[in-house]
Each structure stands twice: as C-alpha cells, then as structure tokens.
C-alpha cells in the first residue's frame, strides 16, 4: 500500500485498536479509494512510477542503478541539450522565471510572441497561439470553437486530451469513427451533414502514441472538403519526427493551407514542455480570446519558453537528429520482427513490443529492469484489455551499442518468459 493510501486508512484502525473514542462518521469516506487501489494491484494494472536521478537521456540514473531509457518522447535527444539548457539560462537572467500571471492580464513577455512567430514559421501557418501543454490546446481550443449547434466528429482512438476537450465542448453533438476508417468517418459526416450544424469539427490524432500508425490525413481532408467540415489534427509526436525536418503530419502529406487547424506538443520531440495551436489567422485570433487555459492558466515559464524557441532553431538549422532518429528506428525495429516480436502496424519510431496479457507485460518491464533496461509496461485503460504492450521509444539520442544493449534484454527476457522462441 502507498503512504497516501495507508495514511488515509490510519484514523479508523487507530480509532478500533484503541476500543475507546467511537470512529469519526468520516473514518471510512476514503476507504472507496483505498479499495480500487488494491483492485488495480490485483489486476495487474497499477502504475509505478520511476524516480529518476538523472536527467532525460539514452541512459538514466534510477534507483542507484544506470539504465537504458526506452520509455521517454525526448524522440532527438533535446531535453538535456547543452543549448536549451544554456538559452534557459540566458533567458532567466533576462527574464526571471515565472510568468506573472495569465497573459491577457500580465501582458505577455517578448520570448511568448517570439516563440508564436517562429512555430507559425516552422509549421507555414499563418500564426500560433501557445499554451501551457499539449494537453491544455486540446482541452481549451476544442470548446472554444465548437459548442451548441455544432459537430464534432472523433476517432475513436483520439488521445485522451481530445477525449476530454470534446467533453468540455458538451453541448456539441459528438460522432465517432472507427479508428482510421474512411468509410466510417464519412457514414458519420453524412449522418451529421443533413443536421443544419454551423459547423462539423473532424478531430485526429496525426500519429497514434499507442501503436505508431499515422491518420490518412489526405483522404480525410478529402472527406472535410466533400462535406464542408472543418479539420484539426494532433500532431503531438508527428512534431519533431514526420513531414520535411520534423515539421509534423500536415508537412507530411503536403497539405500546408488545406488542413485547418494544427495541435502541438513542445514536451516531446521539442523536449521542453508547452503547447500551441497552429491554425489560419481568425481561428488564433478567437483562441487568444476564448481558449479557457489561456484566459485562465498562467503563461508557460521563461526557461520553457527560451528552450522551446532553441529548439526550434536546432530543427530549422538541420535535419541530422530527425534523420538519425529514423535510421535508429529502422535498425531497432527490422531486428525486433527478425527476432520473432510483434510490432504491430507501426508506421513510425514508436516501437510497441505487444505482449497481450496485463501480468505478462508487468513482468516483462519488470525482468527488463533487472537487466538495466527501462521500458515502461501499458495496459488498459492506455490500451485496449489484452492488448499490453511494452512500447519502446526509440529516440535520436541512442547509439547503435545502446540499441543492441536493449535487444539483447528484450530476447533474454521475451525467452525466459516464452514470448519469442
Ligand atoms: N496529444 C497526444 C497525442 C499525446 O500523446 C500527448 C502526450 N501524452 C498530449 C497530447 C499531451 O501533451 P503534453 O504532454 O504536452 O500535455
């Protein structure tokens, strides 16, 4: 049991050890929790949480041990750069550290609307709006623009930050396709188009952060063209690592002023922290007005805001990192399906070794610890039941000696524990 959840049972078992003082009414209220917890651990499906020593890198200090990263976004290798940390420093002395407040009430610092400029610039759109993370974009952009009299039209295996942007656009009808599936996207733009909405929103992930397969986003734009809908992709990790020097999922089908609206993540490829939207000028102009997270939520810190922007520099200065992150995937991957692992449909540097069974993957990540590998299990709800997986993340960072280092533990243990023969 955690501290909290044994803190949190403490009163009433004193209260019955000491047979005296009746328990409090409210000794038990946590116990629900309390409960579920235990329920999670019996199944398999409790998360444990690393603490790490060291900073994010192709190796990491944990628990006094050093251990090979499979498990972080930082897909080239820029959260522990030399050059973002320095620009953070730089700009701390310039700027101090915190924000102030929320923008429309502070004012906005300089490196805010230079780091806007040089996103819209990277991504050729007419402008960006930046917020705190990937996840507030999609929570405080969705509901910004569609609302009651509107559509909104999903795949059904959006992340969970669109999930719950779409639930806070509530009073939008909402419609769900199967999972990268043009016929069913377009059975729901039809079933929708005869509804008199003032507008439809069809909302993707560009890359899916679970099985590494990207969304069809040319036919879906053929699709939003046919039926008059408006669209807006999540290019949380097609940032950094798809399209010309990792400009992302729109750059990648060549779709620049056709797909509408763009959502990024700086925590990832970037390796900072922060989000933004990418979009034509009107739909920016309405999110500095409406999006609740950039009315309501302070503004991204000054050492986030100065790494965000050299990173930006790094990624238009060269493509090496991109290029060497694909050719690490390449290498890792080609060996793993020789080895006999199941991949399943990825189509980029997220590798997710699929075990099936919830207890299977526990103990694979954990028998991968014991030999210097840290590679995260996921299970349900992150994945479908049955379909656990260990999902390696591949990142520019590697070398070829590391890259061998994690496949040799995935066959040690995938043979110990009858995965692969
Ligand atoms: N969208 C997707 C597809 C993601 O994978 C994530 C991160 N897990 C996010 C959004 C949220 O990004 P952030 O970490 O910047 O909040």
Redesign the pocket.
């Known amino acids: 049991m955690s501290d909290a959840a044994a803190s949190a049972v403490a009163p009433a078992t004193a209260a019955k050890a000491g047979g005296s003082a009746p328990a409090p009414a409210s000794a038990g209220k946590l116990d629900y929790l309390v409960n579920q917890l235990e329920d999670l651990k019996a199944k398999g499906l409790y998360t444990n949480i690393r603490t790490l020593d060291s900073a994010q890198g192709a190796w990491l200090e944990i628990e006094g041990r050093r251990v090979l990263n499979f498990c972080s976004?930082n897909y080239l290798g820029l959260a522990n750069d030399p050059e973002l940390v320095q620009a953070a420093k730089e700009a701390m002395d310039r700027y101090g550290v915190g924000p102030g407040a929320v923008r429309t009430i502070a004012g906005t610092l300089r490196i805010h609307k230079e780091l806007e400029r040089r996103l819209a610039d990277f991504k050729g759109v007419d402008d960006t709006i930046v917020l705190?993370?990937?996840?507030?974009?999609?929570a405080g952009a969705i509901p910004a623009l569609v609302g009651p009299g509107d559509a909104i039209i999903s795949d059904a295996l959006?992340?969970?930050?669109?999930i719950d942007g779409v639930r806070l656009a509530g009073k939008a009808d909402r419609y769900v396709y199967e999972h990268c599936a043009m016929d069913s996207l377009e059975e729901q733009l039809k079933a929708a188009s005869g509804k008199g909405y003032r507008a439809m929103l069809i909302i993707t992930?560009?890359?899916?952060?679970m099985d590494g397969d990207i969304a069809p986003l040319d036919k879906i734009a053929e699709l939003a063209e046919r039926y008059g809908a408006i669209t807006m992709v999540?290019?949380?990790?097609g940032e950094g690592v798809i399209g010309r020097g990792g400009r992302g999922a729109v750059d990648h089908f060549g779709l620049h002023g056709v797909f509408d609206i763009e959502?990024g993540?700086?925590?990832?490829a970037f390796g900072v922290?922060?989000?933004y939207v990418a979009a034509k000028q009107p739909i920016v102009d309405w999110l500095r007005q409406r999006a609740r997270p950039f009315l309501f939520s302070s503004a991204l810190t000054v050492p986030d805001t100065a790494a965000c922007l050299k990173a930006v520099d790094i990624l238009e200065r060269s493509t090496e990192r991109v290029d060497r992150l694909w050719d690490n995937a390449a290498y890792f991957q080609d060996r793993m399906r020789d080895l006999g692992f199941d991949l399943g449909v990825t189509q980029t540097p997220i590798s997710p070794v699929i075990l099936g069974d919830e207890q299977l993957a526990q103990a694979f990540s954990r028998r991968l610890f014991e030999e210097g590998v840290f590679g995260t299990a996921i299970a349900f709800p992150t994945v479908p039941l049955g379909r656990a997986r260990i999902r390696v993340m591949i990142s520019a960072a590697h070398s070829e000696a590391d890259l061998e280092v994690g496949i040799a533990a995935f066959v040690k243990v995938g043979r110990e524990l009858g995965v692969i023969g």
């Open positions: 976004n705190q993370s990937g996840f507030t974009a999609n959006n992340h969970a930050s669109i992930d560009g890359v899916f952060s999540d290019d949380a990790h959502v993540t700086m925590s990832k922290m922060g989000g």
